[in-house]
């Protein structure tokens, strides 16, 4: 598949145009224009790099890429990065806010159907879910746990049951204060100082389930609709991070 018909496709299932990013959605490096194997992941860094190398990839698609518009600084760690690229000819591709928020590919929707909550309705960049029975948040917990292979929640409970659930993955713990009276249990991938307290005034339950494991969704979505769709040999690499 040439690359660039692929940056198309992928702009338009995930509706790029809408979104006002902190990175250029896209090609973030240019490679080979033929485009057979990619590597997907949630981080693009000189680690995960060397972990994809000997693999052989056409291309990288992660869900962050190299951070920043136009002309960049190009010096240190970051010029070794991209070198890594360009002398493998290898492209990256980078899709941040558009892989959150997306209803059919996102890191949120696709969370919140792991749970197996209804979706209901769009917030900031994630999405209000809700039960058909409540349950208790203890269970929860570890229906969560389960999901994203993670043991180390940091969590605050407020209310014995949950039933109308928001989630809003990576850094969303400020977002807490603009949750709908109704939510019960608000799940992200980040926590405050203050956030207990938030949770607490606010009689909210709150989980922070991780940046990088509540980010996982969306790109293993992406990836594997891709590879169904085109006929791409699609591999998932992980780097954990804990954070």
């Known amino acids: 598949m ?7 496709h992928i702009n338009e299932i995930l509706k790029v145009e809408q979104f006002d990013d902190y990175c250029k959605n896209g090609i973030q ?24 190398k000997s693999w052989g990839p056409d291309a990288i698609l992660v869900h962050h890429g190299l951070f920043g518009k136009g002309v ?7 010029k070794k990065r991209i070198e890594n690229l360009i002398k493998n000819d290898i492209s990256l591709l ?16 696709e969370f919140l159907r792991k ?12 999405y209000k879910g809700k039960l058909k029975e409540k349950v208790e ?10 999901i994203i292979n ?11 049951y949950s039933k109308n659930i928001t989630v809003v993955s990576g850094s969303g713990a400020n977002f807490i204060e603009k949750l709908d009276p109704e939510v019960d249990t608000y799940i992200t ?11 607490k005034d606010m009689g909210v339950n709150f989980i922070n389930a991780g940046h990088y494991s509540t980010e996982t969704f969306g790109i293993k979505r992406l990836g594997k609709y891709l590879e169904e769709k085109f006929d791409l040999e699609v591999k998932y690499f992980e780097y954990y991070n804990e954070v």
């Open 150 to 160: 993670n043991q180390k929640l940091i969590y605050y409970e407020n209310k014995k």
């Open 2 to 8: 040439n690359l660039f018909d692929l940056e198309k």
């Open 189 to 199: 991938g980040s926590v405050e100082e203050h956030t207990r307290d938030i949770a």
């Open 137 to 146: 948040f203890q269970n929860l917990i570890k229906q969560v746990k389960e």
């Open 94 to 109: 980078g899709y941040h806010l558009p892989l959150d928020a997306s209803f059919e590919y996102g890191n949120n929707s």
């Open 72 to 78: 960049i600084d190009i010096t240190g760690y970051k």
């Open 29 to 52: 490096v240019e490679g080979r224009h033929e485009v057979k194997k990619i590597a997907i992941g949630v981080s693009y860094n000189n680690t995960f790099f060397e972990s994809v």
């Open 115 to 126: 749970l197996g909550i209804e979706i209901v309705e769009e917030f900031t960049f994630g």
